[in-house]
């Protein structure tokens, strides 16, 4: 029988999956992150690990799982959380459920965009404390979305084409993209333009953030880079914290060197920079992009089949550090 470790509750479809084809497995009984410490002794032992995103998996971790662990299948699209070459120096792999969160990642990042151009937050507020007195013709403007507005993608994959045909077909937006390929695809559906990120910054209304975490792209947007953007333009980020630096973030929005930001994601999650909370121009949610009841059942379907697949000898499809695996 496989000793299967599960880091946290994840929708019993997945769980399903593993009974049915394991018979049992053992998984965190409480709604919370695992701290290290509980973290290395529980997955002391395993043939395979589902993790979170919120477990950080290196080389210290990786030898508490031992020799015989083949698999730690990551519940995320994102795996940053882990050290794909130590994983693969011990002969682990690694996976991850991309492809299914992308129409909710997209739909989530065009609602902070809208939420945050019309106010509605800010709004919200201002009428749920009694304040407002009657229509003005000044009162609580926003910015305006439709009208041929430019949005800029950063880092052009699955979710950040699926915003940018979405606004240019629904708002009539206009499209630059920043990113190392030229998506062929994108620009013959929308006529997106590929600029360099300098560019992007200077003419877009609004910009939204779907790269990967990398060394290179951290803090990509950062005290320089809000000095580039327009004094309307609105960010959005649902890709990974550390991409934006934060603390600037908090003195741009202060300077309203930018309109507004909406943020799904954060630098030191579950942490928010010093002051950011305090902001009206911004909106700021609790990591919800792929917050729906079909999305997390099919990432819980893909994640329990990646590990069923590792057990059972064959390469798993999502398996992201194949490079670094010993031969």
Same mark, same amino acid.
């Given at each position: 029988?496989?000793?299967?470790?599960?880091?946290?509750?994840?929708?019993?479809?997945?769980?399903?999956?593993?009974?049915?084809?394991? *018979?049992?497995?053992?998984?965190?009984?409480?709604?919370?992150?695992?701290?290290?410490?509980?973290?290395?002794?529980?997955?002391?032992?395993?043939d395979a690990v589902m993790s979170l995103l919120t477990d950080p998996i290196d080389a210290v971790v990786l030898d508490a799982?031992?020799?015989?662990?083949?698999?730690?299948?990551?519940?995320?699209?994102?795996?940053?959380?882990?050290?794909?070459?130590?994983?693969?120096?011990? #002969?682990?792999?690694?996976?991850?459920?991309?492809?299914?969160?992308?129409?909710?990642?997209?739909?989530?990042?065009?609602?902070?965009?809208?939420?945050?151009?019309?106010?509605?937050?800010?709004?919200?507020?201002? %009428?749920?404390? *009694? %304040?407002?007195?009657?229509? *003005?013709?000044?009162?609580?403007?926003?910015?305006?979305?439709?009208?041929?507005?430019?949005?800029?993608?950063? #880092?052009?994959?699955?979710?950040?084409?699926?915003?940018?045909?979405? %606004?240019?077909?629904?708002? #009539?937006?206009?499209?630059?993209?920043?990113?190392?390929?030229?998506?062929?695809?994108?620009?013959?559906?929308?006529?997106?333009?590929?600029?360099?990120?300098?560019?992007?910054?200077?003419?877009?209304?609004?910009?939204?953030?779907?790269?990967?975490?990398?060394?290179?792209?951290?803090?990509?947007?950062?005290?320089?880079?809000?000095?580039?953007?327009?004094?309307?333009?609105?960010?959005?980020?649902?890709?990974? #914290?550390?991409?934006?630096?934060?603390?600037?973030?908090?003195? /741009?929005?202060?300077?309203?060197?930018?309109?507004?930001? *909406?943020?799904?994601?954060?630098?030191?999650?579950?942490?928010? /920079?010093?002051?950011?909370?305090?902001?009206?121009?911004?909106?700021?949610?609790p990591h919800i992009a792929s917050a729906t009841p079909w999305t997390r059942d099919q990432m819980a379907i893909i994640a329990?089949?990646?590990?069923?697949?590792?057990?059972?000898?064959?390469?798993?499809?999502?398996?992201?550090?194949?490079?670094?695996?010993?031969?």
């Open positions: 029988m496989a000793n299967i470790y599960v880091t946290r509750r994840i929708p019993e479809i997945g769980l399903k999956m593993l009974k049915d084809k394991f *018979g049992s497995f053992d998984m965190n009984p409480d709604d919370r992150v695992l701290t290290r410490d509980e973290l290395l002794a529980q997955v002391k032992g395993r799982a031992g020799p015989q662990c083949k698999i730690f299948s990551n519940y995320a699209v994102g795996f940053n959380n882990i050290d794909l070459k130590a994983a693969g120096e011990r #002969g682990v792999m690694v996976t991850n459920t991309p492809g299914v969160l992308t129409d909710a990642t997209a739909d989530l990042a065009i609602t902070l965009m809208v939420a945050c151009a019309r106010r509605l937050v800010e709004t919200d507020g201002y %009428m749920r404390k *009694g %304040m407002y007195k009657g229509w *003005g013709p000044l009162l609580w403007l926003g910015q305006d979305i439709s009208g041929g507005k430019t949005l800029g993608i950063i #880092g052009c994959g699955r979710i950040g084409s699926n915003v940018a045909v979405k %606004m240019n077909k629904g708002f #009539g937006m206009k499209i630059l993209y920043s990113d190392m390929n030229i998506n062929t695809q994108l620009e013959a559906e929308t006529g997106a333009k590929r600029v360099d990120l300098e560019t992007l910054l200077k003419e877009s209304d609004f910009v939204s953030v779907h790269v990967n975490l990398t060394p290179e792209t951290t803090h990509l947007i950062n005290a320089k880079t809000f000095e580039l953007m327009k004094p309307t333009s609105i960010l959005v980020n649902t890709s990974r #914290g550390p991409v934006v630096d934060e603390n600037a973030l908090v003195d /741009a929005l202060k300077a309203n060197k930018i309109f507004a930001a *909406g943020l799904d994601v954060y630098e030191k999650e579950p942490l928010m /920079a010093a002051g950011l909370a305090e902001l009206p121009n911004v909106i700021v949610a329990a089949q990646n590990l069923i697949d590792a057990l059972e000898g064959k390469e798993p499809q999502f398996l992201v550090n194949k490079e670094f695996l010993k031969s």
